[in-house]
Nanobody, 117 residues
Framework: QLVESGGGLVQPGGSLNLSCAFSGGTFKLYDMGWYRQTPGNQRELVATITRGRRFTTTNSESVKDRFTITRDNDKDELYLQMNSLRPEDTADYLC???????????WGQGTQGTVSS
């Protein structure tokens, strides 16, 4: 199970720190990621992090220097630190877990982040 938190309303230029609590399995066996989705659009990959934290990626130039993905394998949690937020970052942010040793994957319900003055 994946449960996101930390969304909310923030002014442009502000920050949000999203969390995703993982349960029901062995967290360190999953590669993790954050996606975002706006109404009428497909889910967009934001960032991923491998189970050993060796590799992280951010999907687009627009977030590369503003968003940071991390994980705590002791707390079974995934994080997304979002800085210098812009109105176009407004979206539902979803946590994704992919089992590194097989085909299973899971999605959270999402947490809404709104950037507006």
């Amino acid at each position: 199970q994946l449960v996101e938190s930390g969304g909310g309303l923030v002014q442009p230029g502000g920050s949000l720190n999203l969390s995703c609590a993982f349960s029901g399995g062995t967290f360190k066996l999953y590669d993790m990621g954050w996606y975002r989705q706006t109404p009428g659009n497909q889910r967009e990959l934001v960032a991923t992090i491998t189970r050993g934290r060796r590799f992280t990626t951010t999907n687009s130039e627009s977030v590369k220097d503003r968003f940071t993905i991390t994980r705590d394998n002791d707390k079974d949690e995934l994080y997304l630190q979002m800085n210098s937020l812009r109105p176009e970052d407004t979206a539902d942010y979803l946590c994704h877990a992919k089992f590194a040793l097989g085909p299973s994957d899971y999605w959270g319900q999402g947490t809404q982040g709104t950037v507006s003055s």
